[in-house]
């Protein structure tokens, strides 16, 4: 594919924005690291591939595992593939939008579930995505009024964790809290504030969903009214607050690593 003008080229660089890719039920994946976790994990969502020479030829293991899985491989001109994506090094898969739901959820093998009330930034939201698959949770909520689980942003700043593990979005925080309490598990709230100490409390053993806010204005009354517990994280410098993403990392740690030793 070597005409960058072509519809095709422009019908990928339109699902950079929400409108299309909810017309379309379509959505991108840029950058060699999403695209290998996307063949590799999702393949039955994946339409189609887009690499250059050069990227092929740097990343042969994704062309070889896409062309295994019998996608479509398009060799594009690299004037074609950058007006498709500005940050896709050469190759971006096009996949389809698998709706989901809490139903879609395993709610008796639940121990570790990380939910996004309203977080909004889009690189914040990938790296939950990205911390909650590294510690080994079972699954991401992004409730209503968070980012497109879709949006490339999101995608990118995940690394590939977002096609590991389930994520489901678009869900009332009091529905998502009410399924997962009946699930079994515990709900913490992750507050600066927050009535307990993450390295004394003895609230991490359970199975445990936890709530983090949005970056900008912290966990809203409901949350706090929702969660069985609210806990900190002890900041000992100067720092004022830690950044949403980052408490989410060492919360979910904390409870991954209470679980590993309470097996």
């Not at 698998?98 to 008796?108: H, N, Y």
């Not at 939201?125 to 079972?138: E, L, N, S």
């Amino acid at each position: 594919m070597t005409n960058a003008r072509s519809e095709r080229v422009a019908g990928v660089r339109a699902l950079g924005q929400r409108a299309a890719r909810l017309r379309t039920s379509r959505y991108v994946a840029e950058g060699p690291q999403s695209v290998r976790e996307a063949v590799r994990y999702a393949a039955a969502d994946v339409r189609d591939v887009y690499v250059t020479q050069q990227a092929s030829s740097r990343w042969p293991e994704i062309v070889d595992a896409a062309l295994d899985a019998g996608l479509y491989v398009h060799p594009t001109s690299t004037e074609a593939l950058e007006r498709m994506s500005a940050d896709a090094q050469g190759v971006l898969a096009v996949l389809d939008l698998r709706a989901s739901d809490l139903s879609a959820l395993d709610l008796g093998r639940l121990r570790l579930v990380a939910v996004c009330e309203e977080v909004r930034d889009p690189g914040n939201a990938g790296t939950i995505i990205r911390a909650a698959d590294a510690a080994g949770a079972d699954a991401v909520v992004l409730t209503t009024g968070s980012v497109e689980v879709t949006s490339p942003k999101v995608v990118r700043s995940s690394a590939g964790s977002v096609f590991h593990l389930p994520v489901i979005s678009g869900v009332g925080l009091a529905d998502v809290v009410s399924t997962l309490r009946g699930a079994g598990l515990d709900v913490l709230a992750a507050d600066g504030q927050g009535e307990h100490d993450i390295e004394s409390t003895s609230l991490l053993d359970r199975p445990t969903a936890w709530i983090f806010g949005n970056e900008a204005h912290g966990l809203s009354d409901d949350a706090r009214a929702l969660a069985d517990a609210t806990v900190r994280v002890p900041l000992r410098g100067r720092a004022e607050s830690l950044n949403v993403a980052m408490a989410a990392t060492i919360t979910l740690y904390a409870s991954s690593l209470a679980h590993a030793r309470s097996r």
